[in-house]
């Protein structure tokens, strides 16, 4: 029965080659020269065409199972353990929770092709947009991307809450993190602080426009004519410390943390299911502890210096006093400020003089205290739960009592006139006295011919 064989064009070629070598018209270093091939090559392929014919030209493997595969008991394994208890996680998280708790080993592309295969797993793609690559600083600290992440990290566990993450852009290296309530100004001046006393000051935050970065509003005709440009709280904080705070136009421009959030979003949220965590305590301490140093072993590089850009703080740098909420209050004539819906009473002693409408600055500090300072120094007061009425208030100091309105007595010489007048008109002042009313009305004349008594008659 004749044999159909299947072969490839190359290998048609070499056994057009071989059969030349075997009728004599090609010697063994010619025809290996033609198929790139060793003399050692070249006889074994013309002895297997001796013995097997045409057939012997034809790799022996083709058709069988590889040498080399899985068991397929192990891959049936490594599927059911993703679908029973993996199966939201992408194939690179799923290979290391298989062979770390599993001791399933599988690779990560026979692991992605099988899922793929199985429908668990399916290939993201889309249309990416042409952007220039920014490259990395050379040393650690000179540019540290900080953002904020919201999401339901406990997966309906815990609370909903925020993943702020501070990342080196020269070496993708998660310097610090922590999830947080919520992403106010407090609270980044909160984790900013443990961040400064961790590592020192950088050169540079990388930052977005969020309204605690930037203030999304012109310059006022105050700040053009000083040639400055209106600052946050948190703006203002790092202008103190000498870092320099820069807006990303997109997101895409400090990739290094947004695709640190997309990976965090992805296994974070998985690791804290298997370890049970539900809330955000418990979660801080599995991500200082066991997440960060997984995650910067796995995916930190090397940076181009080996030294660091972060310089100390200086002793200059009262960070209580720097990191903190300032507002500007008015002092009222009470020695009085009022401050989100409460009052502040200063005290009679200070350390320099207070006025009424001079103007105090307010300073709510990361401990929710409030400290007044005006002209450098701190102010001694007290909060009181309201003011009290004009008829009850008391002074509290000597110059509330100076501000007392005074009142001149009846017989004031500007008063006089009047005084006499009412006299007259009451018949307690004699008719012989009249010429004190004269004298009352100064630069007015008698009415000619009148020798009245009253006061109303001799003068107009």
């Known amino acids: ?66 040498n080399h595969r899985l068991d397929p008991e192990q891959v049936e394994k490594a599927l059911e353990l993703v679908k029973t208890r993996y199966a939201d996680f992408g194939p690179t998280l799923a290979h290391e929770k298989l062979w770390k708790l599993h001791q399933v080993k599988i690779s990560i592309f026979t692991l992605r092709q099988k899922m793929m295969m199985a429908g668990i797993w399916k290939a993201k793609r889309g249309p990416q947009k042409h952007r220039a690559l920014r490259q990395r600083r050379n040393a650690i600290g000179m540019l540290v991307q900080l953002d904020g992440s919201e999401h339901d990290w406990f997966e309906g566990r815990g609370p909903r809450c925020v993943l702020v993450v501070y990342i080196d852009d020269a070496s993708s290296r998660v310097l610090y993190a922590e999830l947080v309530n919520s992403e106010d100004t407090l609270t980044l001046l909160g984790t900013t602080r443990v961040y400064l006393e961790r590592y020192g000051r950088p050169l540079a935050f990388y930052v977005d426009k969020d309204s605690i970065y930037k203030v999304n509003r012109q310059a006022s005709i105050e700040e053009q004519l000083k040639d400055s440009e209106p600052l946050t709280q948190f703006g203002r904080a790092m202008e103190e410390l000498d870092i320099e705070v820069i807006h990303a136009h997109s997101p895409q421009a400090k990739g290094r943390v947004e695709r640190g959030f997309k990976t965090h ?15 955000l305590e418990a979660g801080n301490d599995f991500l200082w502890n066991r997440y960060l140093a997984d995650h910067n072993e796995r995916c930190a590089v090397e940076p181009v210096q080996s030294n660091e850009a972060h310089r100390p703080l200086l002793a200059s740098h009262c960070l209580e006093q720097i990191l903190s909420l300032r507002t500007v209050r008015t002092v009222f004539a009470d020695f009085t400020i009022r ?76 008063k006089k006139a009047s005084f006499e007048k009412r006299q007259l008109k009451n018949g307690l002042l004699p008719a012989s006295n009249t010429c004190v009313g004269k004298i009352a009305f100064i630069g007015r004349e008698p009415k000619p011919g009148c020798e009245g008594n009253n006061a109303s008659e001799v003068f107009d």
């Open 339 to 414: 401050f989100q819906n409460q009052f502040l009473q200063l005290s009679q002693k200070q350390p320099l003089r207070v006025r009424p409408k001079d103007q105090v600055m307010v300073e709510m500090r990361l401990d929710s205290s409030l400290h007044l300072r005006f002209r450098g120094r701190y102010l001694n007061f007290q909060r009181i739960t309201g003011k009290l009425s004009p008829a009850v208030a008391q002074p509290q100091h000597q110059a509330a009592q100076a501000l007392k309105r005074y009142r001149p007595p009846s017989t004031h010489p500007w």
């Open 265 to 279: 979003q992805d296994r974070l949220v998985k690791e804290l299911r298997l370890a049970g965590i539900s809330a």
């Open 1 to 66: 029965m004749e044999q159909i064989l299947t072969m490839r064009n190359e290998e048609i070629d070499n056994l057009r080659v071989i059969r030349e070598v075997l009728d004599g018209k090609l010697s063994w270093p010619e025809a290996g020269e033609r198929l790139s091939l060793s003399v050692r090559q070249i006889g074994y392929l013309c002895a297997r065409v001796r013995e097997k014919g045409n057939k012997g030209i034809i790799h022996r493997l083709r058709g069988q199972p590889s």
